[in-house]
């Protein structure tokens, strides 16, 4: 009888901690993610938006893409009154909270470009401390260039 109930009490103490642990990872969720190609062999960037709508904290440390030889986390840090980018090891992401992926502040810079058609969504896998990867594509943003070219007109 103690065997059995020992046994059942590792059971539901497992099942409990595997439940928690699966609970804490379901609700990291992406948005309004979009990509710009970087202009010959410059960096490219995504910007867009991660939710933790889980009950933990989580931190990003790694996304990855076949679709580019390395992809890093990057943030801008005042330094001297002056502002620059620096590449940082992760991006924390607090219970319920969103980050947001902007120009001048957290962002992801693509390197070493492997895609012949820059018009073709892109697979990204985002890694998380607590074990979680999210697998999402991402659309290059339309007339990023032109855009760009326009805003920056006789500068």
Known sequence: MKKYLFAT?????????????QGAMAHIMLSDMTLKHGIGARPGVIHGKIHNHGTQAVRLT??????FGRIELHTHIKADGVMRM???AGFDLAAGATLTL???GHHLMLFDHKIDDK????????????GQKIQHMVSPRANAMQ?????HKGH
């Open 9 to 21: 009490a590792l059971v539901v103490f497992f099942s409990t901690q595997l439940a928690y642990a």
């Open 62 to 67: 790694a996304v990855t893409s076949p679709s």
């Open 86 to 88: 620096r590449q940082v």
């Open 102 to 104: 902007k120009p001048g």
């Open 119 to 130: 018009n073709a969504p892109v697979s990204l896998q985002l890694v998380f401390d607590n």
């Open 147 to 151: 855009h760009d070219m326009m805003h």
